[in-house]
């Protein structure tokens, strides 16, 4: 089960591209363009909050267990698909705080390096799982086609299946990316980044009805209220809570996401069961005062040690999550208690997801960062 199967078709550790610095360090920036700083880890902390949510929501509502088998944790999972939004928001804070004082090159190039190691090891290992198990969730087996196209991270735009479900939100992401390289290109104002966040807003609302797919594709307008707003905590935060624009725009994409909600709980509502649109919204409420209160500075306590290893952990651990801990689920649901097989799923899923971040990630970043750094295109 996706998590928002929208026909209109992520969390991140700091290895490079996202730098949690406060932004009170980027006027003293290294000349490299990269923020210096005090690492902001209540982002960490949201990031993992974000994945762990997703997993709970997939693994208490896959249709192996009875309707209440753990009790409030199903109740938990029935909402907890809105982690998503939240990691949407996070996206926007985090992009356009690691991209100010960036150059250009050096801002795609972050992109990939942070994207790409993670992404392309969790698609083969996902395939090999897939193959063994011979029946995977989503259907037949993969084929190589679908594999290989997997791993260029556009299979949404080149309609190929995802190996695993939850890839969706990268298309997303992507896009995010590419549209903030446009300002990006020749370096972040206030201004500029205000301007760009009311344009996308705009084209956001002609697009459902522009007859354009090109535009809808671009503009996204399901999500970009989110990313969008992501971007406007950040200038908050930056520029201080008088910044009166940023709010404006805020409480404006707060109201055009309560009206996309009522699409998004349609696509996450299983057979038999009746998602409450209030609920959904106070979830998603929430998730709007947990960064406004990032922007206002009120979290910064929030500094514990070893929640960057829980924000570097949240990226591995979403793509690996649905499609190999529900193969998990399924293979063992007959002969393991409930609770004893959901909580051994878990601790898997979480220990794989260190496991590559640590050994997988880390290195391969370093390594595919040099070499792209070493091109005569990066020099130049």
Same mark, same amino acid.
């Given at each position: 089960?996706?998590?928002?199967?929208?026909?209109?078709?992520?969390?991140?550790?700091?290895?490079?591209?996202?730098?949690?610095?406060?932004?009170?360090?980027?006027?003293?920036?290294?000349?490299?363009?990269?923020?210096?700083?005090?690492?902001?880890?209540?982002?960490?902390?949201?990031?993992?909050?974000?994945?762990?949510?997703?997993?709970?929501h997939?693994?208490?509502?896959?249709?192996?267990?009875?309707?209440?088998?753990?009790?409030?944790?199903?109740?938990?999972?029935?909402?907890s698909?809105?982690?998503?939004?939240?990691?949407?928001?996070?996206?926007?804070?985090?992009?356009?705080?690691s991209?100010?004082?960036?150059?250009?090159?050096?801002?795609?190039?972050?992109?990939?390096?942070?994207?790409?190691?993670?992404?392309?090891?969790?698609?083969?290992?996902?395939?090999?799982?897939?193959?063994?198990?011979?029946?995977?969730?989503?259907?037949?087996?993969?084929?190589?086609?679908?594999?290989l196209?997997?791993?260029?991270?556009?299979?949404?735009?080149?309609?190929?299946?995802?190996?695993?479900?939850?890839?969706?939100?990268?298309? %997303?992401?992507?896009? *995010? #990316? $590419?549209?903030?390289?446009?300002?990006? !290109?020749? &370096?972040?104002?206030?201004?500029? =980044?205000?301007?760009?966040?009311?344009?996308?807003?705009?084209?956001?609302?002609?697009?459902?009805?522009?007859?354009?797919?090109?535009?809808?594709?671009?503009?996204?307008p399901?999500?970009?209220?989110?990313?969008? %707003?992501?971007?406007? *905590? #950040? $200038?908050?935060?930056?520029?201080?809570? !008088?910044? &009166?624009?940023?709010?404006?725009? =805020?409480g404006?994409?707060?109201?055009?996401?309560?009206?996309?909600?009522?699409?998004?709980?349609?696509?996450?509502?299983?057979?038999?069961?009746?998602?409450?649109?209030?609920?959904?919204?106070?979830?998603?409420?929430?998730?709007?005062?947990?960064m406004a209160?990032?922007?206002?500075?009120?979290?910064?306590?929030?500094?514990?040690?070893?929640?960057?290893?829980?924000?570097?952990?949240?990226?591995?651990?979403?793509?690996?999550?649905?499609?190999?801990?529900?193969?998990?689920?399924?293979?063992?649901?007959?002969?393991?208690?409930?609770?004893?097989?959901?909580?051994?799923?878990?601790?898997?899923?979480?220990?794989?997801?260190?496991?590559?971040?640590?050994?997988?990630?880390?290195?391969?970043?370093?390594?595919?960062?040099?070499?792209?750094?070493?091109?005569?295109?990066?020099?130049?």
């Amino acid at each position: 089960m996706s998590l928002h199967p929208s026909p209109r078709a992520f969390p991140r550790p700091q290895s490079d591209g996202d730098h949690l610095a406060s932004p009170r360090a980027i006027p003293g920036q290294a000349a490299s363009g990269r923020a210096t700083g005090p690492r902001l880890r209540v982002l960490d902390g949201l990031r993992i909050v974000a994945a762990m949510a997703v997993l709970f929501h997939h693994y208490t509502r896959e249709g192996l267990w009875g309707r209440d088998a753990f009790g409030w944790l199903t109740t938990f999972g029935r909402y907890s698909w809105l982690g998503v939004e939240l990691f949407f928001m996070i996206s926007g804070f985090v992009i356009c705080m690691s991209a100010w004082g960036r150059p250009l090159g050096g801002y795609l190039r972050s992109r990939v390096v942070r994207l790409g190691p993670a992404y392309w090891f969790c698609v083969l290992l996902t395939t090999a799982v897939l193959l063994v198990d011979g029946e995977p969730s989503g259907g037949s087996g993969p084929g190589l086609s679908q594999v290989l196209t997997n791993l260029t991270m556009f299979q949404t735009p080149l309609e190929r299946d995802h190996l695993d479900m939850s890839y969706w939100t990268l298309w %997303s992401e992507v896009r *995010f #990316y $590419l549209l903030f390289a446009v300002v990006a !290109r020749t &370096g972040l104002t206030y201004r500029k =980044v205000m301007n760009f966040c009311w344009i996308w807003t705009v084209a956001s609302l002609l697009a459902p009805t522009s007859g354009l797919p090109v535009l809808d594709t671009l503009a996204n307008p399901v999500y970009s209220p989110l990313f969008v %707003s992501g971007i406007c *905590f #950040y $200038l908050i935060r930056r520029e201080g809570p !008088r910044a &009166g624009e940023p709010w404006a725009l =805020v409480g404006f994409s707060w109201l055009l996401m309560q009206r996309w909600l009522d699409d998004i709980v349609h696509w996450n509502t299983v057979k038999g069961d009746r998602l409450s649109w209030g609920a959904c919204l106070a979830v998603m409420s929430a998730c709007y005062l947990v960064m406004a209160a990032v922007a206002l500075r009120w979290l910064d306590r929030i500094d514990w040690r070893w929640l960057p290893v829980g924000g570097a952990m949240s990226y591995p651990l979403y793509l690996l999550h649905q499609q190999i801990g529900i193969t998990l689920l399924r293979r063992w649901h007959r002969d393991v208690e409930p609770w004893t097989l959901l909580l051994s799923a878990v601790a898997v899923i979480l220990a794989a997801a260190w496991l590559i971040q640590r050994y997988v990630e880390r290195p391969s970043a370093r390594l595919l960062r040099h070499w792209l750094e070493s091109r005569p295109a990066a020099r130049a």
